[in-house]
């Protein structure tokens, strides 16, 4: 009888046991995944939003190349002055609200890829499926990352489609207006920012690709010259 009840308690006890374990596990399972879906929800919304505002400016640009020029000039380049001034107000205002979330998102992805790549340069793993994974999640992260930033520079590119247009015009059109219009489209710096620590261009893709570069050349001649003294 003392047995029975032994081997009863034994089972309850070994039961709480697996499903403390289950439950254990499912929480780590959706505390490593959470920070993920966040990340890349964040990274999806700035795509959305930027190809959004590129595309105004695309289309704007559509309309004013095959449009052609009124009989009154001074309309004609009012008109566009005010269409790319509202594009251009909307795209601050935009950045101003998102532009921490592209902070958080671009310092997240980099930092995840340096340390990626490091590991992966520097480290030798005889697992295939862990090296599998390894490929798959820092190619997924440099795949997003490129996605993201080429995504927020087309509006600055899109912002300045306009400019060969101008340049195109004739003397006789040139008012006033279209020198107001110029002044604008080449002075006014479009583009979403990290709020204000960086700008996203193209020259901005380059620069961050050649310094992260950098960074991991510098990272594996001390990691070299570390393992050499030990």
């Known amino acids: 009888m003392i047995s029975s009840t032994k081997k009863q308690v034994d089972i309850h006890h070994y039961t709480k046991l697996q499903i403390i374990h289950v439950l254990s596990g499912i929480i ?12 890349n929800f964040t990274d999806l919304f700035i795509v959305l939003i930027s190809t959004g505002l590129a595309e105004r400016y695309k289309l704007l640009n559509k309309l004013v190349i095959k449009s052609k020029i009124w009989s009154n000039y001074d309309d004609y ?23 921490p979330l592209i902070l958080i998102s671009c310092a997240h992805n980099f ?16 697992v295939p499926l862990v090296t599998i994974y390894s ?7 440099v795949i997003k990352t490129i996605g993201v930033m080429f995504a927020a520079s087309r509006i600055h ?31 006014d710096n479009v583009v979403l920012t990290g709020m204000n620590f960086f700008f996203i261009t193209r020259n901005f893709i380059l620069t961050v690709a050649g310094t992260i570069v950098t960074y991991e050349i510098i990272l594996l001649q001390l990691s070299t010259r570390t393992a050499a003294k030990y």
Do not use: H, M
């Open 28 to 39: 780590q399972s959706i505390i490593s995944i959470f920070p993920r879906c966040v990340s």
């Open 77 to 99: 380049w009012y008109v566009l002055r005010v269409n790319y001034g509202i594009l251009n107000n909307l795209v601050k205002e935009t950045d101003k609200i998102i532009s």
């Open 111 to 126: 930092i995840y890829i340096c340390i990626e790549l490091f590991i992966g340069l520097s480290l030798k793993n005889d």
């Open 135 to 141: 490929f798959y999640a820092f190619a997924f992260v």
């Open 157 to 187: 590119d899109n912002s300045k489609t306009i400019l060969s247009t101008i340049y195109r015009c004739p003397s006789s059109k040139y008012t006033k207006e279209t020198e107001r219009l110029y002044n604008i489209v080449s002075n």
